[in-house]
């Protein structure tokens, strides 16, 4: 530590008093940046910890001289977004400020987005504090839309490239893409990127642009947590209206089962082959999921409702935390109420779209995001398995069946550890060839970037089981339900990989703790079928290079880029 004066909260204008009249000590941390001490808790409220330091820069320059402030000091730097994530990718649960940790917040003056219009396709140029729906509603107004996106619209542009956030859609069979618009994570959008990374020969942090076709843009591209991104410009098509259709009379057997199996033909894949776009959230213990479909449509069907605005699904949408918290004390407290609760939430669900929501049309924006904060606070693990299109209702067969005989298993017990549904979407990979640059590099961290030695894989199939934080023996069946798929996608129709955000790396008491996941499976993962010079070694090296101080790594990403 230097021996200059530490300057104290009093000492800094704009300052909230210190929570619990804790006094910190920020060793020449500059004057002129804003700082103040927050309650840190992620979305699902697993990660927790009070009274950490939060800056807020108003400039580059603030961002940089915070950068160099803490490596010097040794301190760790954390954007932390919305907060909105499962994995412990900014912060471990129970972190206090003794831990060294300077948490960032860019929300409030890194918004700044700028359009250009070119012949076929759009440049957005954006800074990464933006909110996707602030964001997408400024694209809206010049004409631009996304293909798909994740569907929380509080999420900022920065955290969503760096888990290589997704919503659900492949090509409908004839479909003609729109120039500009992507099938795979947000990820696959980025042209060129303004990093903050180590410069050797000044011995500083600076920024630095990384254009599309650099290789050390790679990484880069989705870095979970690894770098800091500032501004992204980013490739965008032409806006599109989208219809929303949804179903909740067709049971999961036939949307789940093999092509040869089902009755009506009524598969996911089929809906998929239709429209490209579609999504299930199946509560356990029912037997009909709620299928949304979505589908390009120019003018607007005749039995359609126009909607201006998103979350059009205020049955879900609307749920206070406390009414959260209530659902979640009852069915950890009485287990055996589980298949009654997802019973009366799939007919909540269904009695409601009767009256709101079965069949919506508007721009894709008030169609794409339909999550708000004010949902249930559930965890959930999550995976992408890649294959090939003709494979996707094999994939979701076997899932569907393990799933399904592994809750049998524990109700036998007496055991309900899954209350909360299984989501089913399904996305193109980041493939470089709808990129408009040439030469594009492929994200070296995406969880859907493409293998070399399986070009006939061109999907994923996105897969979430959900349930409350703190129910009983969740932690056990979702290790079980992970070695399962690890050891049955083990890349002979189709290869496993984690979703960034989620939980996977299962031990006995958490999420994120096995270490031959963490430090084989997960490599392997990205490694296999993949060119040594954009592979996870190579990923790692390049993160080490532009990081050396590992000044943006949580724990937990320390040891899954481990040597």
Known sequence: MSSKEPIKQEDIDLQKPIINEIEFNLYNFPKEVTWKTINFKNWSGEISANNMPCCIPKTVEEVISVANWAWKENYKLRPIGQSHNWSPLILGSGKSPKDNIMLMDLSAHFTHVNIEHRSQFC???????????????????????FTATPA??????????????????????????????????????????????????SQQYTVKRFERNEPDCAPLLTHIGCALILEVQFQAGKNQRLRCQSFTDIPADELFSLPENAKEKRTFSYFLDQSGRAEIILFPFTKKPWLKVWSVAPTKPATSIEVTTPYNYPFSDNISLTLSDIVEDAVTAFPFITPLINQIQYQHVHDSLQNRGKDIWGWSKNLLLYVKPTTLRVTANGYAILTQRTHIQLVMNKFYTQWGALIQQYEEQLKYPINSPLEVRVTGLDDPAEVMVTGATVPSLSAIRPRLDHPEWDVAV???????????????????????LFNEFDGSYASARVEWSKGWAYGSKTAWE?????????????????????????????????????????????TLLSD
Do not use: C
């Open 462 to 484: 996105w897969i979430d089981v959900l349930t409350f934080p703190k129910t009983p023996d969740a932690i056990e069946f979702f290790r079980q339900l992970e070695q399962w």
């Open 152 to 201: 929380p619209g509080d999420l900022t542009l920065g955290a969503v490239l760096a888990i290589n956030g997704h919503g659900t859609a492949i090509k409908a069979v004839d479909e003609i893409p729109l120039p500009g618009h992507t099938f795979g994570s947000l990820s696959n959008t980025i042209l060129s990127l303004s990093a903050v990374v180590w410069d050797k020969e």
């Open 123 to 145: 440049l957005v140029t954006a800074q990464t504090g933006i909110l996707m729906e602030t964001l997408m509603t400024q694209m809206e107004e010049q004409g631009l839309g």
């Open 514 to 558: 096995d270490k031959e996941i963490l430090t084989k499976t997960i490599p392997t993962s990205l490694t296999d079928g993949l060119p040594a010079d954009n592979n996870w070694a190579s990923a790692v090296s390049a993160l080490q290079k532009y990081d050396p101080h590992h000044l943006f790594r949580s724990p937990l990403l320390d």
